[in-house]
Nanobody
Framework: QVQLVESGGGLVQAGGSLRLSCAAS????????MAWFRQPPGKDREFVAA????????YYADSVKRRFTLSRDNAKNTGFLQMNSLKPEDTAVYYC?????????????????WGQGTQVTVSA
């Protein structure tokens, strides 16, 4: 497993932007596909975006397409989630996740490494 630490969350007004970071350590980060999930208050954890180990392919939930951009810098063992045009419904705890193997990228159970989460609150 790889250890993950998220940062960059906070309080922002609707229409604003935030950039989340996910710092990895413990294993070779470039071997892992990476994803972001979020858990809104009182709801289940849901898929936000995923990126291949090479950074060549990325996938997004419909709710964040054209607003969020996922990237990674394997040389710095760090992944990023740029969030623009934020909406109140984006309010959630955001989690970084990584996986070495296959499986459905949209499922929580496909990932074996998780960060502790970072709170994102978007005010109306």
């Amino acid at each position: 497993q790889v250890q993950l630490v998220e940062s960059g969350g906070g309080l922002v007004q609707a229409g604003g932007s935030l950039r989340l970071s996910c710092a990895a350590s413990g294993r070779t980060f470039s071997y892992y596909a990476m994803a972001w999930f979020r858990q809104p208050p009182g709801k289940d954890r849901e898929f936000v975006a995923a990126i291949a180990w090479s950074g060549g392919y990325s996938y997004y939930a419909d709710s964040v397409k054209r607003r969020f951009t996922l990237s990674r810098d394997n040389a710095k063992n760090t992944g990023f989630l740029q969030m623009n045009s934020l909406k109140p419904e984006d309010t959630a705890v955001y989690y970084c996740a990584a996986r070495r193997g296959g499986g459905n990228m949209y499922l929580v159970t496909s990932y074996d490494s998780w960060g502790q989460g970072t709170q994102v609150t978007v005010s109306a």
